[in-house]
């Protein structure tokens, strides 16, 4: 966006460092496991829908008898939608009662706050810096 390209940037991005000779090849761990993920998560999802739509009929002749029952199907994901919003509920909760009260002094003052006796006396009179 700059027009001087030469000129470098005043912080240092761990991609944009020059890697090390034993680091240089292959990627990064953190990449391995969101692109393994990714996949488990797809396959996962396939294997859900299709347990959930196909009938029981033809799981059992291509020889898959032992499965959970449909209920799980509805139940599984309902479960999941209210841990969910219950785990947000508590660290809401938790959030609020870690706070002080709205009208409890150490919302306005705290270790950093300075009293008006120790501030410049130039500043108690009133009078503005020039």
């Known amino acids: 966006f ?3 390209k030469n000129q470098e940037s005043g ?3 761990s991609d944009s460092s020059k890697p090390s000779p034993s680091k240089a090849h292959g990627p990064k ?3 391995v496991y969101g692109f393994v993920g990714s ?3 797809i396959v996962a999802t396939v294997i859900f829908l299709i347990w959930a739509y196909v009938p029981d009929k033809f799981l059992e002749s291509i020889g898959i008898y ?3 029952r449909k209920y ?3 139940a599984m994901p309902t479960y999941s939608m209210v841990i969910v919003l219950l785990a947000l509920g508590f660290y809401i ?3 609020f009662m870690s706070t002080s009260n709205p009208t ?3 919302t306005l003052f705290d270790d950093y706050s300075r009293e008006a006796e120790n501030l410049d006396p130039e500043m108690k009179k009133g009078k503005t810096c020039q």
Do not use: G, V
């Open 2 to 4: 700059s027009k001087r």
């Open 11 to 13: 912080f240092q991005d």
């Open 29 to 31: 761990p953190s990449e």
């Open 39 to 41: 996949l488990w998560t």
């Open 66 to 68: 032992y499965y959970p």
């Open 72 to 74: 799980w199907t509805m």
């Open 93 to 95: 909760a938790l959030n």
């Open 104 to 106: 409890s002094l150490t």
